[in-house]
């Protein structure tokens, strides 16, 4: 869906994208993942072309977008900003109303796909008529990317999309994005400096450094296969976390119904499913062999054999 071909971009004498490459399915979620400076922003924004590299190519479907129309080539590009970007003086209706407009729908038209996104984002009808100031910080991040899917754009950008929000919101926030129907579909590149947001959101993970691209891989390819030393020791701190996090629960548990979950997902089910365990009702629910009847440190002991292979 995306190619991107030897992209350079310098600000005055300093190099904010050195000669990267890298392409994005269809359908996948690409994070591009590093500290701050490191390019992320200026890669992401040379895709809609808010900035032109000095050198090298970007192909959408098959076609040079440095051939389209700007205005006409973002129309199938969404774009949400850490600061959601919402038009302060225009009330959340108005805000998400703005391309739809440009694009000449309907009132109806309009009306009826912000309700069905409002459903899907869990937003209260009733903020529709508020000014953005009057929401919270999840809510108002929920609203930047009902606009950014207003009008269906197969391809989406999202530049530290969760970095404004504390942390337990920013958590349970991207737990419900990742879930979204509307964002499955979607090729998705995403711009973080989280590690485990790049884990628990990535199909792969560009990891940058001084506008080079250290390794694009799986979460599992740069974890357990890391192209270098920088590469490593990016994730020494969180390793276990990251370890649990990428390894799908299949590779542990082969019957397991859910194969797309990661062990780390499983664990959390678990905690849940333990404090409904408490409940009388349960009590007589535990002979089960199922796999749903492993327990938490089975688990664990399945995933230290699984890292010893
Ligand atoms: N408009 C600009 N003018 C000058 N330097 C810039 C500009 N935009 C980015 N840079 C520089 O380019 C480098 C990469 O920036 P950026 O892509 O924003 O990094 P990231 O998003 O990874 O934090 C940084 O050193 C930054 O200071
Ligand atoms: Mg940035």
Known sequence: MIKAENL?????TSLAVNNISFEVKEGENLILLGTSGCGKTTTLR???????????????????????????LRRGIGYVLQSHGLFPHYTVAENIAIVPRLLKWKNEDIRKRADELFHKL?????????????LSGGQQQRVGLARSLMVNPPVLLMDEPFG???????????????ALDELVKKTVVMVTHDV???????????????????QIGTPEDLLFHPANDFVANFFK??????????????????????????????MEQLLNVDQAADSPENLSDNSSNSPDAIHIEELMR????YKKQ
Do not use: H
């Not at 350079?8 to 005055?12: E, H, Q, S």
């Not at 404004?164 to 990742?178: G, Q, V």
């Not at 370890?243 to 629960?249: A, M, N, R, T």
């Open 8 to 12: 350079v971009r310098k600000f005055g």
């Open 46 to 72: 040379m895709i809609n072309r808010l900035i032109a590299p000095d050198s090298g190519t970007i192909f959408l479907d098959g076609v040079d977008i440095s051939t389209r129309q700007p205005e006409e």
């Open 122 to 134: 869990n937003l209260d009808p009733a903020l529709a008529d508020k000014y953005p100031a009057a």
């Open 164 to 178: 404004a929000l504390d942390n337990l919101t920013r958590i349970s926030i991207r737990k419900e994005f990742r």
């Open 196 to 214: 485990q947001e790049a884990f628990e959101m990535g199909d792969r993970i560009c990891l940058m450094d001084k506008g080079e691209i250290k």
């Open 237 to 266: 701190e969180q390793r276990l976390q990251l370890e649990l996090k990428s390894v799908p629960i299949a590779e542990l548990l082969p019957g397991y119904p859910d194969q797309k979950i990661t062990v780390w997902e499983r």
């Open 302 to 305: 399945a995933f230290s054999a």
